[in-house]
């Protein structure tokens, strides 16, 4: 257990549906990032919270959203979901705003869009 | 804007014996990070070694080192003594010192130990 918390494992969900992905940062940790890993993309960066503020944003749709609260779980939420969102999603999570240990990683949840 | 390469989709090797993953980066920035994952069946991304770029001498933890060559962007992986469980997929990822603390990642190069 890397302490890193994300729910639900699996989601199969149909198109046009939105989503709520949650993650729970390990104990401590006040950054949390949010990748998305597909078979023709990687591992691409979505978005980065720190302390409950946005702090920097990659290759993340319109259609996708985040939010850190102020318990520091994070959700990603996915809007008008097509089948090339099919992926696992990982949040990772940090001590600091950066951090040059590197993240701990969620063990990530499996969407499947039909 | 970083980059990373890993020209190596598939790798296998006998338990026991060493194995070389490849890695290759671009950078424009003077304080960066490398690091290896690894991303076992399981799926879990689990970081396997990291390395400062401003450190010359180059990181080892237990049967795995790197050979970080800075002027050529080269950051190899070295599994000594291979043992099954290290059997997974690997990622090379860097990450910038500055503000932006995203991690870039690699392809992967997806390792079978074989008995």
Redesign the interface.
């Known amino acids: 257990d ?1 302490g890193v918390t994300q729910t639900p494992k699996h989601l199969i969900t149909a198109t046009g549906q939105r989503v709520t992905l949650r993650c729970s940062p390990r104990s401590g940790d006040l ?1 949390v ?1 949010w ?1 998305q890993q597909s078979l023709d993309q ?2 691409q ?1 979505l978005i ?1 919270y720190y302390n409950g503020e946005e ?2 944003k ?1 290759n993340i749709l319109e259609r996708f959203s985040a939010q850190q609260f102020p318990d520091l779980h994070s959700e990603l939420n996915l809007s008008s979901l097509e089948l090339g969102d099919s992926a ?1 999603y ?1 949040c ?1 999570s ?1 001590v600091t ?9 969620g ?2 949840t ?1 969407l499947t869009v039909v | 804007a970083q980059t990373v390469t890993q020209s190596q989709p598939e790798m296998s090797v006998q338990e026991a014996e060493t194995v070389t993953l490849s890695c290759t980066y671009d950078t424009s920035e003077s304080n960066y990070y490398l690091f290896w994952y690894k991303q076992p069946p399981s799926r879990q991304m689990i970081l396997v070694i990291r390395q400062e770029a401003y450190k010359q001498q180059n990181a080892t933890e237990n049967r795995f080192s790197v050979n970080f060559q800075k002027a050529a962007k080269s950051f190899s992986l070295k599994i000594s003594d291979s043992q099954l469980g290290d059997t997974a997929m690997y990622f090379c990822a860097s990450q910038d010192g500055g503000s932006n603390y995203k991690l870039t990642f690699g392809k992967g190069t997806l390792l079978t130990v074989n008995p």
């Not at chain 1, 705003?97 to 990683?105: A, V």
């Open positions: 890397s950054s990032y990748y990687g591992l960066f980065q702090r920097a990659g696992l990982f990772a940090s705003m950066g951090h040059s240990y590197g993240y701990t990683f063990s990530g499996r």
